[in-house]
Nanobody, 126 residues
């Protein structure tokens, strides 16, 4: 059983930066696919960034490429999302998700993940 706890959200102005953290308790994180999703008010949950296993290719949604960086720290059983040049449309609740059975065709699908954190609010203001 994997338990995920996110932190690092907050209120930031347009163009600012935040770093989200997701720490896992339970088994080691490295064989798990881990991803960040976000859900804005009234919208569906969407994939932001993630990787299938530690050390493999990182996927990003197009709207965050060049601004967000996904990283993993196996020693700390943690993943991070460095978010730079934040925009109003980045405002959402951000969730960390994990699963051992993710393949390339499912990495962007929230339904494919069994384990979720509680979410952390990111609000970008003008």
């Amino acid at each position: 059983q994997v338990q995920l706890v996110e932190s690092g959200g907050g209120l930031v102005q347009v163009g600012g930066s935040l770093r989200l953290s997701c720490v896992a308790s339970g088994p080691t994180f490295s064989p798990y696919a881990v991803a960040w999703f976000r859900q804005a008010s009234g919208r569906e949950r969407e994939f932001v960034a993630g990787s299938k296993r530690s050390g493999t290719y990182t996927y990003y949604t197009d709207s965050v490429k060049g601004r967000f960086t996904f990283s993993r720290d196996n020693a700390k059983n943690a993943v991070y999302l460095q978010m730079n040049d934040l925009r109003l449309e980045d405002t959402a609740v951000y969730y960390c998700a994990a699963d051992r059975n993710i393949i390339t065709s499912t990495i962007r699908s929230p339904q494919a993940y069994d384990y979720w954190g509680q979410g952390t609010q990111v609000t970008v203001s003008s």
